[in-house]
């Protein structure tokens, strides 16, 4: 026994060792959050923290205010700042070695790092000096760490200092997150559209009637199923890989906004949850900047996004501002001729020189990697699987797609002054919703608009036209607007949002199908007294009402003697017993959403085989395929059927089995098929796997979730809103902001987790600061 316990002992005492040893370690690399530090700056600025962590900047002048972000961002993100530049400029090779090297080529391709160079030369001489200070911030805020953030030891490498550019590259890394498909949807079109009949093409790729809630009130109209024979290619059994067609287009957003018509206090309310990537540290860092202009004491509060100086969503006491993705057309895919020795290719004026460009993508432990892109008139030369040669004309690559002019909303004081600045502003083109203090509302699209001159928006063009695609931009007159509606109300999700002649200069980019907007503007018709606690009510609503038309077909087709039959019974009470909300416990929700995607995956796996045969895929496609399928089902034509199924009863019922087949296999039994325990969630430090034993340390805890695509609480265990936001100008102490995780990327950081569990249990926090627990002091060198 003695020995026994002098083993356990040594044991205790080596652990114990190697615990002490690595608090220490990464001690080094946390902020002292009470120091004073020598900086430089113009006058003393103040770096305030409440038990949050929500950071409050009080400067005199915009460029300090800067200056202390960047040294805020810097202590509390860095690693995370590194990650998105190096991410969007194709360099992450560099730390993460050859697995990183496929993505590094795909953004290399679009050389976004040289455009941002170049686009500093274009900024004003007042963007130039906050890029500045902001970059000084941030290299002063990194060196003022005892040792730098411990993901770089982990990696075995240095930190490189920020450069102006860098911030840059932070906007370039949001056009490839929200426009992200960069030519495969126009190429899935094209393909779909050389394989089908004209009028079945049109009955496949069309606007939902169903579900449509645009904010001008324009509607769609249904296209009927046609009476052409249904095309045999579409009848055949063929296998593909990626069989689920397009479904929901959740990377966007919602907000949404009542005036001050519908609100006790008169001022507008405005509610924003942006659905991104979840993981650790979260993507917005919680806000507060105070600074003088001339006798002007100016404050605006919100979310910044570590990288960049400025305020993306929030409020400046006039106004409060939120986004969406506006998920409309801003590119173009180019079908090229190329020349016998691919040097050349042919436009409307004749053979044209191909430029070639060498970048070298640096390689952890290996030899930099070579890649040549060639770029046209319109842009890059894009892979894609048919032996065709392709340009992509994307708004990214023009000269004003970023700048800082987003600042501008810091000083607007109305809705309608807002809306004014739509044409200026350079950030992926978002659904602007404002509210101001005197009760207006307004809708806009931010970012900027090409003036296209293309008859068809949804297919490849043909590069050998002399007719050019692009010819500048749209003028602010021209912006589609909507301020101050009859109804009072305004939102968006990813849906369209206008029609007719504001339509004609969007386009359709892949919108939602729908569901989710109208969700959320049936909820706020029913509004006559808003306060921020009915909006962010809204945010969280889980209910499914997409999915009660599939609740009465799946009882329908089922029905209980059918069911004891094919040994379903359990199957079809889990079912009846759904309350048709996306809620941890429900086990009934699983079963039918896995349902309705499996009839989708049968009913149109012809269509997926056919496209994934050309190197497409359905999933690629602008429009989603639930329109169709009603269609098909109501008219009950056994022709519109694959090959397999004789009638619609036979395939729903297969459907059916497939589905039980299924989760019996994932879970050994249907009652442990609640939705938590598909929807768990997983948000992770992007090194925690690498870290044997203490890795799940760094990341949240795997917690069942509330929410699901087609709803507005959109929530998936890595994926979901990144933030939720409602307030009111002027009235900001109501208002509400919680963010997923916390404001530290330090996991000894008393802010790691710090909104976590606020979050997850649906608890508002107030969208001001709290009282000050932490002060830094920023002083000008002696």
């Known amino acids: 026994m003695k020995i026994i316990r002098g083993l356990f002992t040594a044991l205790f005492l080596v652990l114990l060792i190697g615990i002490t040893l690595a608090y220490t370690w990464l001690n080094g690399s946390l902020a002292d959050y009470q120091a004073t530090y020598p900086s430089a700056v113009a006058h003393p600025v103040y770096l305030e923290r409440d038990s949050q962590g929500y950071l409050t900047v009080q400067a005199q002048d915009r460029s300090d205010a800067a200056y202390g972000l960047g040294f805020a961002h810097a202590q509390d993100r860095f690693f995370q700042m590194d990650l998105t530049r190096r991410s969007a400029a194709g360099e992450l090779a560099a730390l993460f070695g050859q697995h990183a090297l496929n993505t590094d080529i795909s953004h290399r391709r679009h050389r976004f790092r040289m455009r941002a160079e170049q686009q500093l030369s274009r900024l004003a ?16 805020g990194l060196n003022s760490l005892h040792r730098p953030p411990f993901e770089y030891t982990l990696l075995r490498t240095e930190p490189t200092p920020w450069l102006e550019s860098d911030s840059l590259l932070v906007i370039y890394s949001m056009y490839l997150d929200l426009q992200g498909k960069r030519g495969r949807d126009e190429y899935a079109m094209t393909k779909l559209r050389q394989a089908l009949p004209p009028e079945w093409y049109a009955f496949f790729q069309q606007h939902s009637a169903d579900w449509q809630a645009a904010i001008d009130g324009t509607e769609v109209s249904t296209i009927a199923l046609p009476s052409s024979p249904y095309p045999s290619v579409l009848q055949q059994q063929l296998s593909c890989t990626h069989c689920t067609p397009a479904d929901a287009v959740d990377l966007g957003s919602n907000n949404f906004a009542v005036s001050g018509q519908l609100s006790e206090h008169g001022a507008a309310i405005l509610a924003d949850d942006m659905h991104l990537s979840l993981r650790v540290p979260g993507i917005w860092y919680k806000t507060q900047l105070n ?26 006491g006039h106004i409060a501002w ?42 952890r432990d290996a030899e930099p990697y070579a890649l040549t892109v060639q770029e046209t008139e319109w842009g890059p030369i894009l892979p894609f699987p048919d032996q065709q040669h392709y340009a992509l004309r994307w708004i990214a690559h023009d000269d004003d797609a970023v700048n800082l002019n987003l600042r501008y909303l810091e000083h607007a004081t109305s809705a309608k002054q807002a809306l004014s600045y739509a044409d200026k502003i350079g950030i992926p083109a978002q659904n602007l919703l404002v509210a101001d203090k005197h009760g207006s509302i307004g809708w806009t699209i931010f970012g900027p608009i090409p003036r296209r001159n293309l008859f068809d928006w949804d297919h490849v063009q043909d590069g050998r036209s002399d007719k050019p695609y692009w010819d500048g931009r749209l003028s602010i007159d021209e ?41 959320i503007a049936l909820a706020l018709a029913t509004l006559s007294d808003a306060d921020e606690s009915a909006l962010h009510q809204i945010q969280l609503d889980h209910r499914s009402l997409l999915l009660a038309g599939w609740h009465r077909l799946l009882l329908e087709t089922l029905t209980e003697p059918l069911a004891a039959q094919r040994q379903l019974s359990e199957f079809r009470q889990h079912i009846a017993a759904s309350r048709l909300k996306a809620s941890p416990d429900d086990i009934g929700y699983t079963l039918l959403r896995q349902f309705r995607l499996k009839v989708l995956e049968l009913t149109f796996s012809p269509l997926s085989a056919l496209l994934e045969k050309s190197g497409a895929r359905s999933a690629d496609l602008k429009y989603a395929l639930e329109t169709p399928f009603w269609l098909m089902l109501h ?67 795997t917690t069942a979730l509330a929410g699901d695509s087609h709803m507005p609480r959109v929530q998936h265990p890595a994926f979901g809103q990144s933030q939720r936001m409602v307030v009111a100008p002027g009235h900001e102490q109501h208002g509400i902001l919680v963010i997923p995780t916390g404001q530290s990327g330090h996991p000894l950081s008393p802010f790691y987790r710090a909104d976590h569990r606020f979050w997850l249990e649906e608890t508002p926090l107030s969208f001001l600061p709290g009282p000050k627990k932490y002060q830094q002091q920023l002083l000008p060198f002696p």
């Open 635 to 701: 008219a009950q034509r056994n022709d519109t059927l694959p090959s397999r199924y004789a009638n619609w009863s036979e395939l729903l019922l297969h459907a059916a089995e497939l589905t039980h087949a299924d989760l019996l296999k994932d879970y050994g039994e249907l009652a442990d098929a609640r939705w938590g325990n598909r929807n768990t969630a997983k948000i992770e430090h992007p090194l925690a796997s690498a870290i044997p034993f203490f890795g799940q340390w760094l990341n949240m805890p």
């Open 322 to 363: 939120g986004f969406t993705n506006s998920t409309a057309d801003w590119h173009d895919l180019i079908a090229l001729e190329l020349s016998a020795d691919q040097q050349q290719y042919l436009n409307g004026s004749g053979w044209q020189p191909l430029i070639s460009v060498t970048e070298y993508i640096q390689i």
């Open 479 to 519: 912006y589609p607007t909507l301020l101050n509606p009859p109804s009072q109300r305004l939102w968006s999700a990813n849906a369209r949002t206008v029609g007719d002649k504001r339509y004609a200069v969007l386009g359709n980019g892949g919108y939602d199908l729908g569901a989710r907007g109208k969700q």
């Open 291 to 316: 600074w003088q202009e001339q006798t002007i004491n100016r404050q605006v509060t919100g979310l910044s996004l570590p990288g960049t100086p400025a305020i993306v969503v929030g409020s400046n």
């Open 125 to 140: 001489a007042a963007d130039l000096q906050l890029l500045a200070a902001y970059s000084r911030g941030v290299n002063d």
